[in-house]
């Protein structure tokens, strides 16, 4: 029969990492092996130096007692931390939720005032055409207008000269050659009126040319990133305020009027006053 080899345990090489300097006074100092052995099992544990020094005068129950308190709180303690961590997480995946919320809620507002104005300079041009066509309209009036003057005109001369070349008393002639400056100065101020409403009207057409009524009514592609920089991206202002500065700017009030009402430590209802405080000033 062979001989059973049994495997025995090693307690230096066990306990070798846990036994310090302090450890090693005390073990040395006492005689109990068991209390020994408990000693650098609560070293094992994780126990401090000091903690297991102040068990040198306890008893095995009173020793054990004192591990399993220790135990206790440091898995607690992992446990508070573990709860921490999840509630940490949970405040990150909720925050991350409302900036998506957020994004979602500027980039649909932005998108409604974008249709907003396109729907504005469809109805510009429309408006720009019907204007056209009245100017034309205008123009070719004038025009005829001016042609009757004309052919008036030139219809008093013949007759002036056919009534002067009739007309044998002195006195006769004046009176007529008078009354024919007379009608002819009239003609003349009705001919001058024409051609001060042809140039106002000109005056007026370019005053009102389709490039610039278009940019008077379209919002500025750079007027845009100021928004969006200077209010939508401001974290310190609320949800509340930027969907109410979002309304103003899609109902057409533009940066520079915004800045006047558009202020951080305002409340939504005080910016609202404020807006229309300016608007009556304006008018």
């Known amino acids: 029969m062979g001989e059973n080899k049994i495997n025995t345990i090693n307690l230096n090489d066990i306990f070798q990492d846990v036994k310090t300097d302090l450890i090693g006074n005390l073990l040395n100092e006492t005689k109990d092996s068991k209390k020994c052995m408990w ?4 070293a094992l544990d994780g126990m401090g130096d000091q903690e297991i020094l102040e ?5 095995i129950p009173q020793i054990q007692d004192a591990r399993t308190k220790f135990l206790k709180q440091k898995y607690q303690a992992k446990t508070s931390l573990s709860n921490e961590i999840q509630m940490l997480k949970k405040q990150v995946m909720d925050v991350v939720k409302e900036n998506r919320d957020v994004r979602t809620s500027v980039e649909a507002g932005l998108d409604k005032a974008i249709q907003e104005q396109i729907e504005k300079s469809n109805k510009l041009i429309e408006a720009k055409d019907e204007m056209i066509t009245m100017i034309n309209m205008q123009k070719v009036d004038l025009q005829r207008q001016n042609e009757e003057l004309k052919a008036k005109v030139n219809e008093l001369e013949k007759q002036s000269i056919s009534v002067v070349a009739a007309t044998s008393n002195p006195a006769d002639r004046k009176d007529a050659e008078i009354q024919i400056e007379k009608k002819l100065s009239e003609e003349e101020n009705i001919e001058n009126k024409i ?3 042809r140039e106002e009207i000109q005056l007026e057409e370019r005053k009102k040319s ?31 305020q930027k969907d109410y500065l979002l309304e103003c700017l899609e109902s057409g009030v533009g940066i520079k009027e915004m800045s006047e009402f558009a202020f951080e430590n305002l409340t939504v209802e005080q910016m609202e006053r404020l807006r229309k405080i300016n608007e009556k000033r304006k008018e």
């Open 195 to 197: 051609e001060v409403r």
């Open 55 to 59: 068990l040198s005068g306890y008893t």
């Open 210 to 240: 389709i490039g610039k009524r278009i940019r008077n009514y379209l919002f500025p592609s750079t007027d845009t990133k100021k928004f969006i920089g200077k209010y939508l991206e401001n974290d310190k202002m609320t949800k509340e």
């Open 39 to 42: 000693y650098l099992i609560c």
